[in-house]
């Protein structure tokens, strides 16, 4: 500085981008984006029994409950603010066959578990997956014949699951398994059965990703797996073709579009919202969660403060809402934070 002449001020042109930072306050003030506990959508796996919660060893603070125990955490959940549910079912392996066709038992457990939340806790919105993973012997989302999914008969197999889902209590269908075309063809299951109320978050972009691992471990499908799926889900390196299925989705009836995994895929999700102006949501699969896990349970990193930053990085990129396995963690730091 020379005299009353400051070098920063005439490269800057007086604009001190650091006056906003100054304090706390100030910060506070000009925050653009915040996360609550109305952004949260928490993914519970639950399994026969009764009294049953069984760690998942490779998602460190998740556990599989049995519906009595699901119940309890549903009442916390809402309690807490949370607004939704998405329950995922780990069924007896007998139970499981070539075509999944235990997704149209009435009484199955996602079913089960779906009645039995709605009567104890009708407040919170219970989310449920048509896809037929957890009840295919083979690990994958559709019907095989030989070394094919085949498309249309496992479209006419999870509509007629989510029309069942429906009966049950469902308030939101979540067709996850990438087939073409379900989206309108469950949209008009639940119409011709009076579910007009019931509403469809279509996975839109779900990728062939590597950070579901600990997720199929969880239902019982890690081992199971034959070949891959990557004649269904879309091709991680591709953008343009995400876009594309969500627009399909859009145009078939769906009320909201997800983008699965979440992190990795923050371009995708901040590009559907521009282009289709749906709510938003994005998964943060079981090998999202795992990583931070891991690394905060090895000193590596400070576990809470990358849980809360990765969330709203969703928050960010366009979404409306999240699903997370950390939603209970946030949800009691953000009641503890504004207490």
């Known amino acids: 500085m020379t005299g009353n002449r400051n070098i920063v001020d005439e490269i800057t042109g007086h604009r001190r981008m650091r006056r906003n930072r100054k304090a706390d306050w100030t910060r506070r003030l000009v925050q653009e984006n915040r996360l609550t506990v109305d952004d949260l959508i928490w993914p519970a796996f639950v399994v026969p029994g009764t009294n049953v919660v069984d760690p998942v060893a490779a998602m460190p603070g998740v556990n599989r409950l049995s519906v009595d125990k699901l119940v309890e955490a549903a009442k916390e959940a809402a309690d807490l603010g949370i607004p939704a549910i998405a329950t995922f079912p780990n069924i007896d392996m007998s139970l499981r066959d070539e075509t999944g066709s235990h997704c149209l038992a009435a009484n199955n457990l996602i079913n089960e578990a779906t009645r039995a939340i709605k009567k104890a806790v009708p407040n919170i919105g219970v989310i449920t997956d048509v896809a037929l993973d957890p009840f295919t012997n083979h690990g994958h989302d559709g019907v095989l014949r030989g070394d094919v999914i085949v498309n249309d008969e496992t479209v006419e197999l999870v509509a007629k699951a989510a029309v069942i889902q429906a009966d049950a209590g469902s308030d939101i269908i979540a067709p996850s398994e990438m087939m073409d075309g379900r989206i309108g063809v469950i949209r008009r299951a639940l119409d011709e059965a009076g579910h007009q109320n019931v509403g469809i978050m279509a996975y839109a972009t779900k990728f062939a990703s590597a950070f579901y691992g600990p997720y199929r471990d969880a239902i019982g499908t890690g081992g199971l797996l034959k070949g891959d799926k990557k004649t269904y889900y879309i091709d ?60 905060a349970l090895n000193g590596w990193i400070d576990g809470e403060r990358v849980m809360l930053e990765t969330l709203l990085a969703f928050k960010r990129a366009g979404c409306d809402g999240i699903l997370s396995y950390f939603a209970m963690d946030v949800a009691r730091h953000l009641a503890k934070k504004g207490s």
Do not use: H
């Open 236 to 295: 991680p390196a591709n953008g343009t073709e995400a876009l594309r299925d969500a627009a399909l989705d859009v145009e078939e009836g769906a009320d909201t579009l997800m983008v699965k995994p979440g992190l990795p895929y923050l371009d995708i999700c901040w590009r559907i919202k521009e282009a289709f102006g749906l709510p938003v949501f994005a998964y943060q699969v079981s090998g999202e969660y795992s990583q931070i896990k891991a690394a």
